[in-house]
């Protein structure tokens, strides 16, 4: 499995098919491609209890189904040069989510974007090389975009990314 290997219906417009229920072998599987993306087959075959055939077709049904929406690797932002992160709120112009959230896309380190309820609308992870990067990033590229009304900046002093467990 590729790491650009993406559901088909992961496409923005294309509608994915309703949700089926997942069993105890589909959770496992699941838990297991968390752990390690770039399991073969056969191991996940075996840990799962599964032929290689049946475990083939359940990860190909979860990644038509979008349930799985791509394989990709876990960085160390600070090892690869993307030292500063920070949590940036966003309050924005009443139904303008879909245009905001396309030039949110658009940014250098943005790596995580929600709509939200609460005292903001939007809330955005980015990574950047350093407090210099971060501060053109939101004066300059966020503070910019008409619809955004303001932005608050939480700086990120350590993080953790939660593993599953294996």
Known sequence: MAPEQMAEGAEPGVPLPPARPLDAIDQDILQM???DGRA???SVAERAHVSRANAYARINRLIDDGVIRGFGARVDHERAGQGTSAYITLKI???SWRT???QLRLLPGASHIALVGGDFDVLLLVHTPDNRALRELVLTRLQAIPE??????LLVFEEEDLEPEG
């Open 33 to 35: 491609l968390q752990a």
């Open 40 to 42: 073969s087959i056969r």
């Open 93 to 95: 112009v009443q139904n």
């Open 100 to 102: 905001v959230r396309e």
């Open 148 to 153: 955004v009304l303001s932005t608050r900046t």
